[in-house]
Protein backbone atom coordinates (compact mmCIF):
# COMPACT_ATOMS: atom_id res chain seq x y z
CA UNK A 1 0.00 0.00 0.00
CA UNK A 2 1.64 3.38 -0.81
CA UNK A 3 2.17 5.94 1.97
CA UNK A 4 -0.28 8.47 0.36
CA UNK A 5 -3.20 5.64 1.34
CA UNK A 6 -1.56 4.42 4.12
CA UNK A 7 -1.08 7.20 6.01
CA UNK A 8 -5.35 8.13 5.85
CA UNK A 9 -5.93 4.56 6.72
CA UNK A 10 -3.71 4.83 9.95
CA UNK A 11 -4.93 8.24 10.69
CA UNK A 12 -8.54 6.44 10.99
CA UNK A 13 -7.43 3.69 13.00
CA UNK A 14 -4.89 5.72 15.33
CA UNK A 15 -7.21 8.11 16.01
CA UNK A 16 -10.15 6.08 16.47
CA UNK A 17 -7.98 4.08 19.25
CA UNK A 18 -7.10 7.21 20.82
CA UNK A 19 -10.33 8.03 21.21
CA UNK A 20 -11.45 4.84 22.87
CA UNK A 21 -8.46 5.08 25.45
CA UNK A 22 -9.15 8.72 25.98
CA UNK A 23 -9.03 11.06 23.12
CA UNK A 24 -6.86 13.70 21.94
CA UNK A 25 -6.77 17.07 22.02
CA UNK A 26 -4.87 19.13 19.42
CA UNK A 27 -3.77 22.78 20.17
CA UNK A 28 -2.19 25.59 17.64
CA UNK A 29 -2.96 23.71 14.87
CA UNK A 30 -3.14 26.74 12.95
CA UNK A 31 0.76 27.35 13.49
CA UNK A 32 1.81 24.50 11.68
CA UNK A 33 3.24 25.76 7.85
CA UNK A 34 0.69 23.80 5.95
CA UNK A 35 3.76 23.55 2.99
CA UNK A 36 7.34 24.16 3.12
CA UNK A 37 9.92 22.05 5.12
CA UNK A 38 9.77 22.52 8.51
CA UNK A 39 11.18 20.82 11.64
CA UNK A 40 8.79 19.48 14.11
CA UNK A 41 11.09 19.49 17.77
CA UNK A 42 8.84 18.19 20.45
CA UNK A 43 9.18 16.86 23.77
CA UNK A 44 9.34 13.36 24.34
CA UNK A 45 7.57 11.30 27.09
CA UNK A 46 6.01 8.12 25.76
CA UNK A 47 6.83 5.44 22.97
CA UNK A 48 3.04 6.95 21.83
CA UNK A 49 4.73 10.11 20.76
CA UNK A 50 5.57 9.56 17.78
CA UNK A 51 2.44 8.30 16.04
CA UNK A 52 -0.07 10.85 17.99
CA UNK A 53 2.06 13.78 16.55
CA UNK A 54 1.83 12.37 13.33
CA UNK A 55 -2.02 12.16 13.95
CA UNK A 56 -1.99 15.59 15.05
CA UNK A 57 -0.12 17.49 12.46
CA UNK A 58 -2.55 18.72 9.49
CA UNK A 59 0.54 17.59 7.15
CA UNK A 60 2.17 14.60 5.91
CA UNK A 61 5.31 13.98 7.77
CA UNK A 62 8.87 12.17 8.23
CA UNK A 63 10.00 10.61 11.88
CA UNK A 64 13.56 10.42 13.25
CA UNK A 65 13.13 7.79 15.74
CA UNK A 66 16.08 5.42 16.76
CA UNK A 67 18.02 2.51 15.37
CA UNK A 68 16.69 0.26 18.33
CA UNK A 69 13.19 0.73 17.05
CA UNK A 70 13.87 -0.15 13.51
CA UNK A 71 15.80 -3.54 14.61
CA UNK A 72 12.80 -4.51 15.71
CA UNK A 73 11.71 -6.85 12.57
CA UNK A 74 8.10 -6.03 12.86
CA UNK A 75 7.45 -2.44 14.18
CA UNK A 76 10.50 -1.42 12.03
CA UNK A 77 9.06 -2.42 8.75
CA UNK A 78 6.02 -0.54 9.78
CA UNK A 79 8.00 2.54 11.43
CA UNK A 80 9.91 2.71 7.73
CA UNK A 81 5.95 2.17 5.77
CA UNK A 82 5.00 5.34 7.71
CA UNK A 83 7.97 7.63 6.85
CA UNK A 84 9.98 6.54 9.62
CA UNK A 85 13.89 6.56 9.59
CA UNK A 86 16.20 5.79 12.03
CA UNK A 87 19.57 7.63 13.94
CA UNK A 88 21.82 6.18 15.85
CA UNK A 89 21.71 8.09 18.96
CA UNK A 90 24.57 9.74 20.72
CA UNK A 91 26.62 10.01 17.79
CA UNK A 92 27.04 11.63 14.96
CA UNK A 93 24.58 9.83 12.42
CA UNK A 94 25.57 11.38 9.68
CA UNK A 95 23.38 9.60 7.03
CA UNK A 96 20.62 10.32 9.14
CA UNK A 97 21.34 14.03 9.11
CA UNK A 98 21.85 14.12 6.05
CA UNK A 99 18.59 12.40 5.12
CA UNK A 100 16.83 14.66 7.77
CA UNK A 101 18.51 17.90 6.01
CA UNK A 102 17.58 16.40 2.56
CA UNK A 103 13.94 15.87 3.13
CA UNK A 104 13.55 19.49 4.47
CA UNK A 105 14.89 20.95 1.56
CA UNK A 106 12.37 19.21 0.05
CA UNK A 107 9.62 20.68 1.41
CA UNK A 108 8.44 17.59 4.21
CA UNK A 109 7.49 18.19 7.59
CA UNK A 110 10.87 16.16 9.54
CA UNK A 111 9.92 15.19 13.42
CA UNK A 112 12.89 15.20 15.32
CA UNK A 113 12.78 14.79 19.05
CA UNK A 114 15.68 17.19 20.76
CA UNK A 115 16.17 15.62 24.01
CA UNK A 116 17.49 12.79 22.11
CA UNK A 117 15.49 9.74 24.88
CA UNK A 118 11.92 9.56 26.71
CA UNK A 119 11.92 11.41 29.88
CA UNK A 120 12.04 8.83 32.66
CA UNK A 121 9.76 11.50 34.55
CA UNK A 122 7.50 13.33 32.17
CA UNK A 123 10.28 16.47 32.93
CA UNK A 124 11.24 18.21 29.91
CA UNK A 125 15.27 17.20 29.79
CA UNK A 126 17.98 18.99 28.68
CA UNK A 127 18.01 18.92 24.72
CA UNK A 128 20.73 17.73 22.25
CA UNK A 129 21.66 20.52 20.13
CA UNK A 130 21.32 18.35 16.45
CA UNK A 131 18.35 19.67 15.83
CA UNK A 132 19.67 23.14 15.19
CA UNK A 133 22.44 21.82 12.51
CA UNK A 134 19.51 20.31 10.87
CA UNK A 135 17.34 23.49 10.74
CA UNK A 136 20.61 25.56 9.48
CA UNK A 137 21.54 23.33 7.09
CA UNK A 138 17.72 23.08 5.57
CA UNK A 139 17.44 26.47 6.03
CA UNK A 140 13.80 25.94 7.74
CA UNK A 141 11.88 26.58 10.56
CA UNK A 142 11.69 24.88 13.94
CA UNK A 143 8.33 23.86 15.12
CA UNK A 144 8.38 24.13 19.29
CA UNK A 145 5.88 20.99 20.38
CA UNK A 146 4.69 19.51 23.46
CA UNK A 147 2.80 16.38 24.13
CA UNK A 148 0.83 15.91 27.34
CA UNK A 149 -0.42 12.81 29.14
CA UNK A 150 1.25 10.18 26.15
CA UNK A 151 2.87 8.78 29.35
CA UNK A 152 -0.41 7.63 30.69
CA UNK A 153 -1.18 5.63 27.60
CA UNK A 154 2.21 4.21 27.46
CA UNK A 155 4.16 4.79 30.74
CA UNK A 156 7.91 4.82 30.21
CA UNK A 157 9.46 1.32 30.22
CA UNK A 158 6.40 -0.37 29.31
CA UNK A 159 4.77 -1.04 25.77
CA UNK A 160 1.13 -1.91 26.87
CA UNK A 161 -1.33 0.64 25.66
CA UNK A 162 -3.76 1.41 28.85
CA UNK A 163 -6.86 3.67 28.83
CA UNK A 164 -5.94 6.82 30.41
CA UNK A 165 -9.36 8.55 31.77
CA UNK A 166 -8.22 11.61 29.76
CA UNK A 167 -7.41 13.12 26.86
CA UNK A 168 -3.71 13.51 25.71
CA UNK A 169 -2.56 16.95 24.15
CA UNK A 170 -0.65 17.67 21.39
CA UNK A 171 0.23 21.82 21.23
CA UNK A 172 1.90 23.32 18.50
CA UNK A 173 3.76 26.59 19.11
CA UNK A 174 4.67 29.52 16.92
CA UNK A 175 7.22 28.34 14.40
CA UNK A 176 11.13 29.98 15.31
CA UNK A 177 14.30 30.45 13.20
CA UNK A 178 17.51 29.29 14.26
CA UNK A 179 18.70 32.70 14.46
CA UNK A 180 15.97 33.59 16.54
CA UNK A 181 16.70 30.81 19.27
CA UNK A 182 21.14 31.65 18.86
CA UNK A 183 20.37 35.08 19.18
CA UNK A 184 23.14 35.84 16.59
CA UNK A 185 26.20 34.02 18.13
CA UNK A 186 28.26 31.91 16.55
CA UNK A 187 29.93 28.26 16.69
CA UNK A 188 29.36 25.79 19.97
CA UNK A 189 28.15 28.71 22.08
CA UNK A 190 25.14 29.28 19.30
CA UNK A 191 24.35 25.69 19.98
CA UNK A 192 23.88 25.62 23.87
CA UNK A 193 22.39 28.70 23.65
CA UNK A 194 20.06 27.52 21.14
CA UNK A 195 18.81 24.10 22.59
CA UNK A 196 18.31 26.06 25.89
CA UNK A 197 16.22 28.87 24.20
CA UNK A 198 14.10 25.84 22.48
CA UNK A 199 13.76 24.36 26.22
CA UNK A 200 12.29 27.59 27.52
CA UNK A 201 9.78 27.74 24.78
CA UNK A 202 8.93 23.83 25.21
CA UNK A 203 8.41 24.61 28.95
CA UNK A 204 6.37 27.69 28.14
CA UNK A 205 3.93 25.67 25.87
CA UNK A 206 3.66 22.90 28.52
CA UNK A 207 2.52 25.61 30.99
CA UNK A 208 -0.18 27.07 28.92
CA UNK A 209 2.30 30.19 29.15
CA UNK A 210 3.35 32.69 25.92
CA UNK A 211 7.11 32.14 25.07
CA UNK A 212 9.15 34.07 27.50
CA UNK A 213 11.37 37.44 26.03
CA UNK A 214 14.80 36.66 24.88
CA UNK A 215 17.37 37.50 27.96
CA UNK A 216 20.78 35.98 26.52
CA UNK A 217 22.51 37.01 30.01
CA UNK A 218 19.77 34.37 31.42
CA UNK A 219 20.31 31.56 29.03
CA UNK A 220 23.92 31.55 29.43
CA UNK A 221 23.50 31.06 33.03
CA UNK A 222 21.21 28.18 32.19
CA UNK A 223 23.87 26.80 29.78
CA UNK A 224 26.76 27.24 32.57
CA UNK A 225 24.44 25.01 34.71
CA UNK A 226 23.24 22.23 32.21
CA UNK A 227 25.96 18.98 32.74
CA UNK A 228 27.93 18.68 29.31
CA UNK A 229 26.33 16.65 26.37
CA UNK A 230 28.67 13.56 27.13
CA UNK A 231 26.75 13.52 30.45
CA UNK A 232 24.16 13.19 28.96
CA UNK A 233 24.35 9.64 27.37
CA UNK A 234 25.78 8.72 30.80
CA UNK A 235 21.97 9.03 31.94
CA UNK A 236 19.97 6.64 29.16
Known amino acids: MPYWLARPVFWVLFRTLLGVLGGLRVEGRENVPRSGGVLVAPNHVSDTDPP ?11 LMGKQEIFDMKVVGAICRWLHGFPVKRYSADRAALRRAETLLKAGEAVVVFPEGRLSPDGNLQPLLPGFLLIARGANVPI ?94
Open 52 to 62: VIAVSLPRSCW
Open 143 to 236: LPTVVLGTNRLMPNGTLRLRRSGEPCTVRFGSPVRVEELTGGLKGSEALRVGAERLWELLRALQEGEPYPDYNLERLRERVAARPPAEALRDMD
